[in-house]
């Protein structure tokens, strides 16, 4: 079939067959962002406030953790949608490592509901995504799953999107199964910023699962030393750790 014939038959295809709820594949009319209103009321809540900085679980709401008590002019909050769990973790696996693509709008739609109060008061001037280094980019992944979940925050959000201004400027391997502390090593001096358009400017930094917050907090720290006045991150999901 030729290129433009592919596009037309799966519009084709569209249009003729029902759309189905993108987590239980039923004919549920009428869905809300992919999903039926079954589904969407099984989803798991919203975790609990945790650490006012880095979104840890804590022992109170809006205490520092210890791990941010020294650290408290570099990311100045995180907020979760979702905790790691079942239906998120499969598709947040699904659109990081098996090209589910199309799941970004269903999380990234999910996430702005329930993060839009805080968002709106922190009263961003841009939005970024946490950035993959080009070689990742290129010859692995093929896209950047926070840039994609970025972009949608960003329209339901109305702030302006900024895919470039933070970069991936050196190339670190996984972070899997390093503590905390081993992680904020191996991405120091990981992250850059090309120019100064975040000077003086209310940044949300956007990642897609956190787990100990060391890579997030790299790249706010870059932010903060570029000129940023406050850096808040908005995270799709992240794990109860």
Request: aromatic share 6%; net charge positive; with cysteine.
């Amino acid at each position: 079939m030729s290129g433009i014939g592919k596009p037309l038959a799966r519009t084709l295809l569209n249009w003729a067959l029902p759309e189905r709820c993108a987590l239980c594949g039923e004919d549920a009319a009428p869905l809300t962002d992919g999903a039926c209103a079954v589904c969407l009321a099984q989803l798991p809540p919203m975790p609990p406030p945790g650490c006012a900085r880095c979104g840890a679980q804590t022992g109170a709401p809006l205490d520092v953790c210890g791990a941010c008590h020294d650290q408290v002019d570099i990311q100045d909050a995180t907020w979760r949608a979702f905790p790691y769990e079942e239906p998120i973790r499969t598709l947040a696996t699904g659109l990081k490592y098996h090209d589910r693509t199309r799941w970004a709008h269903l999380l990234g739609a999910w996430a702005a509901t329930r993060l839009e109060a805080p968002v709106r008061a922190f009263a961003p001037d841009c939005i970024t995504p946490m950035p993959l280094h080009w070689r990742r980019l290129l010859f692995k992944r093929g896209y950047n799953q926070s840039a994609l979940l970025a972009r949608v925050l960003a329209k339901r959000l109305g702030v302006p999107l900024d895919t470039r201004g933070l970069r991936r400027a050196r190339a670190t391997p996984p972070q899997t199964g390093l503590s905390r502390r081993a992680r904020l090593r191996n991405v120091r001096g990981a992250f850059a910023v090309r120019d100064d358009r975040f000077m003086g400017r209310r940044v949300l930094l956007i990642d897609d699962v956190m787990t100990t917050g060391a890579t997030t907090f790299e790249a706010a720290r870059v932010l903060k030393r570029a000129g940023a006045a406050q850096v808040a991150v908005a995270c799709m999901a992240r794990t109860q750790k």
